[in-house]
């Protein structure tokens, strides 16, 4: 994963935890580990925005940017990658929809959905 999808991921995570954030409380919130200019945050948005992984609403004065997918799905599309990436592109998960082997399509959704799983 290169770092700039960690920084999208992060930015998800954050906008989970505290339902929606403005552009100023995601440059305070990254401004200890990554002190990213307005600029750069609002264009990060902007790309989060343009690929319908946000949406931004007007709260009082400010824009606030609202996640529009779940962790869950994210969490899928993560590990569906993953196990391209290790498999090709026939995955454990593509082989065992094609044989039926219903135990590692169970496995797979229980990893995508279970809510406590945290990425590593």
Known sequence: MSLLEDL???ILNYLWDVDGASINQLCEWLEP???LSTAYVTGLMKQLEETEQIKREKRSKAWVYIPLLSRSKIRAAKVS???SSVFG???PVHQAADNSDRSLLDAYR???DF???QDA
């Open 8 to 10: 999208h991921l992060d």
């Open 33 to 35: 580990t990554r002190n």
């Open 81 to 83: 990658l993953l196990l």
């Open 89 to 91: 592109s026939l995955s």
């Open 110 to 112: 229980h990893a995508c």
């Open 115 to 117: 809510e406590d799983w």
